[in-house]
């Protein structure tokens, strides 16, 4: 199992990577954050993320009407953060976990100097799996093992059981975190790519609030086929000497 | 009157550029931004559920027959964060929506305004409450 073993290394390498010396005790996180809701990441981005021809090719057809959360399918770890839901973020010593309001689901971020389970690809799940580290007041949190049935976003961009996110979030003041985070994709893009959004803390006293997706989703039997990418023309990025 | 009626243009243009209202899926692939409605008629019954509310008129059609519409909303949470409660209107309330028809040919609305006879524009969501994704 190469592929295994690959996947371990770098886990491996990645955690051993600079930890930058930990003296000052981490920012604390905890609380109650509103996203900035975020439909269409490309819009972001100013353009469409770096497609491999086979992720252009799948954007050109996506149908809309297949959006796995139509059907209450759990939101992955990229529409969590950007959907217009709020979620509560708990944080410890070795463990952050993430309650979305959207769809009633969780991320666990482990900082237990743990890697990734070498039975991932095996066992994949919506939310993927999640390991931290602190460099000096960021957290960094590498997360593979996601569903490929999930989509990055409602826009309709998609990824394979390859994609693996780096998020790193950033307190720029008492009521707002940066959250930086990065596609890395090789089926579907040709290079990483990020974008930044922000969180803003909740008012005191706020709470989460029910999602409970198959409750009443009658709007399920009312979906029709919806092709909005046809006419999308590929243009590859045409790599610029020295690389960017 | 004005500003209601620029608010709706506002959402009607959003529409038509094919961004999707919702996280739950694309508006496109539910209803059809090129075919708005109005109806008016009273409520017949509230659902105050996930993943979005939805209410339904009975509203008379040109022959004075009775026709039964379903009208969708935004989620709870959303509406409870932006004042409005399950009991904010009731059975019987008179109402005017403005929305758009579903692709599929059934008698479904998503609503964009729902104008109440005391003035109060029901069930619409406070979208301040999420900073603009872009």
Redesign the interface.
């Known amino acids: 199992m190469p592929a295994r073993i690959a996947v371990a290394i770098c886990a491996l390498l990645w955690l051993a990577a600079p930890a930058a010396a930990q003296t000052a005790a981490p920012p604390d996180m905890s609380g109650f954050w509103i996203n900035q809701y975020t439909p269409d990441l490309s819009v972001v981005l100013g353009k469409q993320p770096p497609f491999t021809e086979f992720g252009a090719e799948r954007w050109r057809t996506v149908d809309t009407a297949k959006d796995p959360t139509a059907i209450c399918l759990p939101v992955g770890p990229s529409r969590g953060f950007t959907a217009p839901f709020p979620f509560i973020l708990v944080q410890h010593d070795k463990m952050i976990s993430i309650m979305f309001e959207y769809q009633a689901i969780w991320r666990a971020i482990y900082l237990d100097g743990r890697g990734h389970p070498d039975d991932l690809a095996d066992y994949p799940y919506f939310m993927g799996h999640s390991i931290g580290k602190w460099e000096g007041d960021t957290l960094v949190v590498d997360t593979q093992g996601i569903d490929e049935r999930s989509w990055l976003d409602t826009a309709g961009h998609e990824h394979s059981a390859k994609l693996r996110l780096t998020e790193r979030f950033k307190k720029t003041g008492p009521d707002t975190i940066q959250w930086t985070v990065t596609y890395d994709d090789p089926i579907y893009f040709t290079r990483p790519w990020s974008i930044e959004r922000t969180f803003t803390r909740g008012k005191p006293g706020d709470r989460v609030l029910p999602y409970t997706c198959n409750e009443n989703n009658k709007d399920v039997e009312h979906l029709m086929p919806f092709q909005p990418n046809l006419n999308y023309k590929h243009v590859p990025e045409t790599k610029k000497p020295g690389g960017d | 009157m004005k500003r209601g009626l620029a608010a709706l243009l506002a959402t009607i243009a959003l529409l038509a550029s094919?961004?999707?209202i919702?996280?739950?899926?694309?508006f496109?692939?539910?209803y059809d931004s090129k075919k708005p409605i109005t109806l008016k008629g009273g409520i017949a019954r509230i659902?105050w559920?996930?993943?979005?509310i939805?209410f339904y008129l009975d509203v008379a059609d040109a022959n004075g027959a009775t026709v039964h519409w379903?009208i969708?909303g935004g989620?709870?949470?959303?509406l409870?964060?932006a004042g409005w409660r399950k009991d904010s209107a009731k059975v019987g309330d008179v109402v005017t929506v403005n929305g758009f028809l579903?692709?599929?040919g059934?008698k479904?609305v998503n609503m964009q305004r729902a104008l109440l006879a005391d003035g109060r524009n029901l069930f619409v969501g406070n979208?301040s409450?999420?900073?603009?994704?872009?």
């Open positions: 094919g961004v999707s919702a996280a739950h899926h694309s496109a692939a539910q659902e559920a996930n993943p979005h939805y379903a969708e989620a709870p949470s959303t409870y964060r579903a692709r599929d059934s479904l979208s409450y999420y900073q603009k994704g872009h």
